[in-house]
Structures are given as structure tokens and as C-alpha cells.
């Protein structure tokens, strides 16, 4: 019913980063549906008061005509280790509800917090974010993941994060590794070794 969805931070009462959301939400609908939204993706969305304090997950789902707007409290989980799957027909360009082939290849991370998807070789996403990986104090992302966050394109435009292409051959280069994603901002989750990343 609702094939689409976005993920936003909300902080204490205040959504984070509407622009990017709107960006992408107009992109994905005109992409899925073949004509612009009518409606922004936060028209007349009004927080209620049990979401105004502390981290909080607004999930917006929709449709061509709909919106189904989820609220629930957030905490930032660690993500420490990951462990590497190939899947070089996965397409996840656009946030669909529809999930389940990342989450068959989520089923393979073993005893790791996460998995660190390979198209061909290439670096691309986790099942749930972006990457950011870390090489003599600067970041770096993959150049082409499986689907361009708001954070992702958030930090690449102010200069924070840059966009490299990266083989897995080309991990030991790097020192650390983050997940980010609209909920999992760059300063505000830590860091792990890249030896907890498995091939």
C-alpha cells in the first residue's frame, strides 16, 4: 500500500535536516510515480507532544495519494563490526518498504553487528546505511552506494565527507569505518577498526 518511505531525526521537538528529506522524497516520487508530489513530504505534519523531547524516529510511508507517519524513540546502536556479502544484482535506489532481499543478505552477517555489501568487488552500503571510512584525518564514502542518503549527501556538500570509488582490496588503506544515515549523524557515532570489517 505504501511502497516508499522516508526516515527522519527528530531532536527534542525539532525535525533535523528537512531540506535533504524534501529533496529526496521529490526525486523518489517523480522517479516512481512519473509526475511531481502535490504535497511536500512534512505538509501540515505536527509533532505530537509524547515526541517532543529526546531522540526520536519519524517514519513517513507513502503512496501516490498517502501518508502514514510513525513515530518511535530512538537510541544509537554501536555498530563495531561487519561482515562482507557479494550480491552484484541488488538494486535499492530508492527507499522501498519492500526489504526483503536486504534482509536475506542481512540473515549472513554471522556474529557481526552489520554487513558491508560488495557489488562486483565495489564497496557500497550496510543494510541500513551509508559508510564512512577513515584515512589520515580525513573521511571518505564509496562513490556509488545502493542508495544515496540524505546524511551521506548532507556531508558531502559541506565538505565533511568525500566520495571515493572503493574496491575491498582497498580497506587496508583506511584506519576506521562508521555507519551513518539520518539517524546516525557522522559526529554523533563512534568509530571501529577497520580489522572488524571480514571478507
Known amino acids: 500500500m505504501f511502497p516508499l518511505f522516508e526516515s527522519l531525526c527528530v531532536l527534542d521537538g525539532q525535525i533535523l ?14 522517479h516512481y510515480y512519473g509526475t511531481p508530489p502535490k504535497k511536500g513530504l512534512l505538509e501540515g505534519i505536527i509533532i505530537p507532544n509524547p515526541w517532543r523531547t529526546g531522540m526520536v524516529k519519524l517514519r513517513i510511508s507513502y503512496n501516490e495519494y498517502q501518508r502514514e507517519l510513525l513515530w518511535s524513540a530512538y537510541v544509537i546502536s554501536e555498530i563495531k563490526s561487519l561482515q562482507a556479502v ?4 541488488l538494486e535499492y535506489g530508492l527507499k522501498f518498504n519492500d526489504r526483503k532481499q536486504l534482509n536475506a543478505l542481512y540473515e549472513k552477517r554471522g556474529g557481526c553487528d552489520d554487513i558491508l555489501i560488495l557489488k ?10 551509508n559508510l564512512a571510512f577513515l ?20 556531508l558531502i556538500t559541506e565538505e565533511k565527507l568525500i566520495p571515493t570509488p572503493i574496491y575491498h ?3 587496508k588503506q583506511f584506519s576506521a569505518f562508521k555507519v ?9 557515532v563512534g568509530a571501529a577498526a577497520i580489522e572488524n570489517i571480514f571478507i
Open 135 to 154: 584515512k589520515e584525518g580525513l573521511w571518505y564514502t564509496p562513490e556509488q552506494p545502493l542508495l544515496p542518503g540524505t546524511c551521506r549527501a548532507r
Open 169 to 171: 582490496s582497498d580497506l
Open 86 to 89: 557479494s550480491d552484484d544484482v
Open 120 to 129: 562486483s568487488g565495489w564497496i557500497t552500503d550496510t543494510s541500513y546505511g
Open 17 to 30: 535536516h528537512p531540506h535533504w528529506h524534501e529533496e529526496r522524497y521529490h526525486a523518489a516520487f517523480q
Open 180 to 188: 551513518i544515515n539520518a539517524m546516525r549523524d557522522l559526529e554523533a
